[in-house]
């Protein structure tokens, strides 16, 4: 698709969008408060100081009492639940357009959808609600479980001050967080699925994302000290069970512990967390027996949200370093030292005009250890020199026409793609050939 092909499809989604009513399919998080979406969200999905209390205690808050209660005698149980369902869906549309076409296909891909996304998302009973969602994919041409974060919480007094706590049930470490610097809800808020992406990322960024359970337990102290663990185990979707290991690249020995620590000052105009994170895995690639891989990823975050008026500006990064030892690896000949780091930082400044406009400029980098099988060249997505060294930028601009409509455009430029800013894969490929223009609109309702 040449270039002022994209322009006019830009022109006729601003053109619709300008047309579109003033009300609301609102998703089902503001059916059951009775707010809009701007209740809980600065733009979605950034949470708002309102919007982190919300998912801290569970998803259950709402304005009216919507449930069905019936406490009987003391034989029998109490009946509590919502006398309606907490459904949701969204419907996502694309067009990615690389600098250079990826060789042997089509530029400009088109995906209508790119996804379709069904939630079962709000309160379930007086201390019990959900972030459930199951996504279809157009490439892969199904319907499969996505984030899903389902949780029991409540609150009593200690020392005179408010203790908020929980349990968490979820399938990707870094969802159960609050703020939007960790993997799971961090910048950039929308991604192709069709242009390259770097080959290296801490396992902690995506590695375990739909692919293991967790149970653990978070707690609040005084709106100002938060503090969260879980424990994961593998939990290959359509994969048989119980888990034999094949063909899975990441199979936890024992459990993996993740851990989440940070501090919040919350005031009317001003919002600061200071934080930190952290994972430690023991894996057997393609097995549950004989030698393990251990990987140990933590790291520092921030975010400053500062209200201007009825405008937002937000600060936020991270850094992660992983710390490995792949012995197992070693042994089937898929590196050439045990030993590697990664070392990942990614920051970004984001303004919200209102909630209809945001516009963010994001920057990461990505290095560490140089290995020649592990990073091997291959065309597109390989790397000559064996680097895991990527950097570039993110430029990002959404538009909510309606709160439940989104239109985006994000431009993606890489300084550095595996290892190099020119030839970079062996096969003649420069990294700034992976420049992305990537436009897209969701539905939500």
Not at 77 to 97: C, I, Q, R
Not at 318 to 326: A, D, F, G, I, Q
Request: contains cysteine; hydrophobic residues 35%; charged residues 15%.
């Amino acid at each position: 698709m040449r270039r002022n092909s994209l322009f006019v499809l830009i022109l006729c989604l601003l053109a619709a969008a300008g047309s579109a009513p003033s009300a609301m399919a609102l998703p089902s998080y503001a059916r059951q408060t009775g707010l809009p979406c701007s209740g809980c969200h600065y733009t979605p999905p950034e949470l708002n100081a309102a919007g982190r209390l919300f998912k801290l205690m569970g998803y259950i808050d709402s304005v009216k009492d919507d449930s069905i209660t019936a406490s009987g005698d003391h034989r029998r149980a109490p009946l509590d639940m919502l006398k309606t369902l907490p459904l949701g869906a969204w419907f996502e549309a694309s067009v990615t357009d690389e600098k250079s076409a990826q060789p042997g296909t089509q530029n400009g891909t088109a995906e209508f959808p790119q996804d379709v996304s069904l939630f079962l998302a709000g309160k379930w009973t007086s201390h019990v609600g959900s972030f459930l969602q199951v996504t279809y994919d157009a490439q892969d041409d199904h319907f499969s479980m996505d984030n899903t974060d389902i949780r029991f919480a409540n609150k009593k007094m200690l020392g005179q001050k408010e203790l908020d706590w929980g349990l968490t049930l979820n399938n990707n470490p870094t969802l159960e967080d609050l703020w939007n610097t960790t993997p799971a809800w961090g910048f950039p808020f929308i991604l192709s699925d069709s242009a390259p992406t770097p080959a290296a990322n801490p396992f902690l960024n995506g590695g375990l994302a739909q692919d293991v359970a967790g149970i653990g337990a978070y707690a609040m102290y005084n709106q100002h000290l938060y503090a969260a663990g879980t424990l994961y185990r593998s939990d290959h979707l359509g994969a048989p069970q119980p888990n034999g290991g094949i063909g899975a690249g990441v199979n936890i020995s024992g459990v993996a512990p993740y851990w989440r620590v940070a501090w919040q000052q919350t005031g009317r105009t001003n919002n600061l967390e200071v934080g930190a994170y952290g994972m430690h895995m023991s894996s057997m690639p393609n097995s549950v027996t004989g030698p393990e891989d251990t990987y140990t990823d933590f790291g520092p975050d921030a975010q400053y949200d500062r209200t201007i008026g009825r405008d937002v500006l937000s600060v936020r990064g991270t850094y992660l370093r992983e710390n490995s030892n792949l012995a197992a690896s070693l042994a089937d000949g898929s590196v050439v030292q045990a030993l590697h780091n990664l070392n990942e930082a990614n920051a970004n400044v984001e303004y919200h005009f209102g909630n209809r406009f945001a516009g963010a400029l994001g920057w990461f980098s990505t290095t560490g250890t140089v290995d020649p099988v592990l990073y091997a060249p291959l065309a597109v997505t390989g790397s000559a020199n064996g680097s895991p060294k990527s950097r570039g930028l993110i430029g990002y601009f959404g538009y909510w026409p309606a709160q439940n409509l989104e239109l985006a455009a994000q431009y993606t430029a890489y300084t550095s793609f595996n290892g190099a800013s020119t030839n970079y894969d062996g096969s003649g490929r420069d990294a700034g050939g992976n420049n992305t223009l990537y436009l897209l609109t969701r539905f939500v309702f």
